[in-house]
């Protein structure tokens, strides 16, 4: 069984520019959340997706990131415009029925705003 | 709110080293608590868990048990191996909440 999958791996862009970072949950998992790691700090909770909505946005931090479940499969976190302060890892994780089961993680995308 | 402090690192020992990497956590209620490791070029992995106080979670080798009367769980190893060279992350997870919270990391570099 797959794992969890993000894509790209690294992502190198300019302040200003537009960039989206895909995860792809273990199949037939219907929890995704997005967490990221700035700067050797500690992970920071985004967002939990239950299927393809929003359960919990509450650490999303401004409106320059959008999240999107399309269908209730893969999602997307798009930051746009970038700024300096989101470089950091972005790690996708998904769980099966219920939040309380273990959360399996993908390897993250590191992401660099120059 | 909910918070994990752990200590910084890096933390470098000796191959067959015992290895004590120290958690304390801030939570209302009764949370549940995990270490995840994180080797180099791979994903976040859950290491081990526990759910109720005077819980010892386990595998691996590594060890640690839910203490509450000194909010803490504390991460154990009786002999380290270069193989567990890498950064070891506590979290918990509380209440209605089902988002973890998380320790800075510690990275943990094995000398052979």
């Known amino acids: 069984e797959a794992g969890v999958t993000q894509f790209p791996s690294h992502s190198v862009i300019e302040k200003g520019q537009t960039v989206t970072l895909r995860c792809d949950p273990i199949?037939?998992?219907?929890?995704l959340y997005w967490y990221r790691r700035v700067m050797g700090k500690e992970i920071k909770f985004l967002l939990h997706f239950v299927k393809e909505s929003k359960q919990d946005e509450s650490g999303m931090p401004n409106n320059r990131f959008l999240a999107e479940r399309t269908g209730g499969t893969y999602s997307t976190l798009k930051v746009q415009p970038a700024e300096l302060e989101d470089s950091g890892v972005y790690f996708c994780?998904?769980?099966?029925?219920?939040?309380?089961?273990?959360?399996?993680f993908g390897p993250g995308t590191r992401l660099t705003v120059t | 709110g909910n918070s994990v402090t752990q200590m910084e690192g890096p933390v470098t020992l000796s191959e067959e080293a015992f290895l004590t990497i120290n958690c304390t956590y801030t939570a209302t209620g009764y949370p549940s608590l995990f270490w995840y490791v994180q080797y180099p070029g791979e994903g976040l992995q859950l290491l081990l868990k526990a759910t109720k106080a005077d819980d010892k979670g386990s595998n691996k080798g590594f060890e640690a048990t839910y203490r509450k009367e000194t909010t803490s769980f504390h991460l154990e190893k009786g002999s380290v191996q270069v193989s567990d060279s890498a950064v070891y992350f506590c979290?918990?997870?509380?209440?209605?909440?089902?988002?973890?919270?998380w320790g800075a990391g510690t990275k943990l570099i094995i000398k052979p």
């Open positions: 199949s037939g998992h219907d929890n």
């Open positions: 994780a998904s769980s099966q029925g219920s939040p309380k089961d273990e959360q399996y």
């Open positions: 979290a918990l997870r509380g209440g209605s909440n089902y988002q973890l919270i």
